[in-house]
């Protein structure tokens, strides 16, 4: 076998196209522009400032690098949060499938009326996108339901949420987010909800998909209090690297795995985050064996996004490509600091 014409062997581990269920791609030229370690609220006042001095061609070029070191990297699919159109050519010509989340966001957003025009923008370049409420944080009441009901059924809503401490605090009527949004006279109408995990309960359809994104917060009360009401698909994202980059936070990974609940990974963005490598996060997560840590960044992405039909396995009637995992300890099957990923197809 060794010996015939066109054989190529490989040292690691075949993966089949991973998926990156978490994104900010437009921001991915905010690299290095927010100094980590600020804590939350501090990233998000950030956030206003680090936008300036950026001209539009900056941004899709950015954006364009990063593109292309996802798909080198292995990345097929990626769930991608939108805030406008400027990476909408970009997708439509790109070799990865994108799942387009159409946020919602700001205190003053009345309603996801506003949100129609870029939807159907996306649908007329024949990309798949729906619209979905940012946070339970940063959106009042008639418009965070607004943007569950204006959603489309075939895309899952994609949800921030308990990300810091601040996010549970807040519904408690103290912390530095109410703070905050006291400071600026922000009206927060949504603390009879108690939690966070109470206000998705009780506006969130139960038959609706929902990829829940950060999660470093959630107790077991919320996880049960979620998954008691949901029917539909419920995925829990993790961005490790993210979280430790803004605050220094960590997930609660045994806690999840000991509930047995769906578990997908994203990058988040290059805003909190100096690269958008799949394998750099599952680092990150330590403790976890390496077979259920690979299942979270192929199976488990691609069930998150509703596109497990197409990719995230190797079977027949699928379409995915190939991607090497190089550098791993193959004894003790664990990542390496070597370890890196390469799309061989």
Avoid at 223 to 236: I, Q
Avoid at 285 to 293: C, H
Avoid at 303 to 315: M, N, P
């Amino acid at each position: 076998m060794d010996s015939q014409a066109g054989v190529e062997f490989y040292s690691g581990i075949l993966l089949p196209d991973m998926v990156n269920a978490h994104c900010h791609l437009e921001l991915s030229y905010m690299k290095g522009r927010i100094p980590p370690g600020g804590g939350f609220t501090a990233f998000a006042k950030g956030m206003g400032t680090a936008r300036t001095g950026v001209t539009p061609e900056q941004r899709v070029a950015a954006a364009e690098d990063a593109d292309a070191a996802l798909w080198c990297q292995g990345v097929g699919a990626v769930g991608d949060v939108c805030n406008g159109d400027s990476t909408f050519a970009l997708k439509r010509r790109s070799r990865i499938g994108y799942t387009n989340f159409l946020e919602l966001f700001g205190m003053n957003t009345v309603s996801a009326d506003t949100l129609s025009e870029l939807e159907r923008e996306a649908a007329g370049m024949g990309l798949r996108a729906g619209i979905t409420p940012h946070s339970t944080y940063s959106l009042r009441d008639g418009a965070f339901v607004s943007a569950v009901r204006t959603g489309t059924d075939s895309v899952p809503l994609s949800v921030h949420f308990m990300e810091s401490p601040s996010e549970k605090e807040l519904f408690e009527g103290r912390g530095e987010m109410h703070e905050w949004y006291v400071e600026r006279g922000t009206p927060i109408d949504f603390g009879r909800y108690r939690t966070p995990a109470g206000r998705i309960a009780a506006c969130v359809p139960a038959a609706r998909d929902i990829l829940l994104v950060h999660d470093c917060c959630v107790t077991e009360e919320d996880v049960d209090t979620v998954m008691r009401h949901f029917t539909g698909r419920v995925t829990w994202v993790l961005c490790p690297r993210s979280n430790r980059y803004i605050s220094g936070l960590v997930p609660p990974v045994e806690l999840l795995r000991g509930k047995g609940v769906n578990i997908a990974i994203g990058t988040d963005s290059l805003a909190s985050n100096e690269s958008l490598s799949m394998i750099d996060e599952l680092k990150a997560l330590r403790g976890v064996p390496l077979e259920e840590a690979l299942t979270w960044v192929t199976e488990g992405g691609a069930a998150s996004l509703g596109i497990d039909d197409r990719i995230g396995v190797f079977e027949p009637g699928r379409r995915s490509g190939a991607v090497l995992l190089e550098g791993v300890d193959m004894e003790h099957m664990e990542l390496t600091a070597n370890s890196r990923t390469r799309r061989i197809l």
